[in-house]
């Protein structure tokens, strides 16, 4: 798995559009073949990316974390 982390954005898993995921034990669906989770802690649907970190200027460095 891997992990990548957006200049001045998110952290972006990539994964199937349809694939199922379960946060706090409720089950979910992706509908986009990726899931962003909010690491600049301003977006208002936590732990998702809402595109926030736009508006509040939030600076951090691309990456990426490969798993296994
Ligand atoms: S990284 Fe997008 S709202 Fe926080």
């Known amino acids: 798995m891997k992990l990548?982390?957006?200049?001045?954005?998110?952290?972006v898993?990539?994964?199937?559009a349809g694939s199922r995921?379960?946060?706090n034990g409720e089950e979910h669906v992706l509908q986009k073949?990726?899931?962003?989770?909010?690491?600049?802690?301003?977006?208002?649907?936590?732990?998702f990316?809402?595109?926030?970190?736009?508006?509040?200027?939030f600076r951090a460095a691309a990456g990426e974390l490969e798993l296994g």
Do not use: M, Q, T, W
């Open 4 to 11: 990548r982390f957006r200049e001045d954005g998110p952290l």
């Open 13 to 16: 898993i990539d994964l199937p």
């Open 21 to 23: 995921f379960v946060l």
């Open 33 to 47: 073949p990726k899931l962003a989770l909010c690491r600049c802690g301003r977006s208002g649907n936590k732990p």
């Open 49 to 57: 990316c809402d595109g926030s970190h736009k508006n509040y200027g």
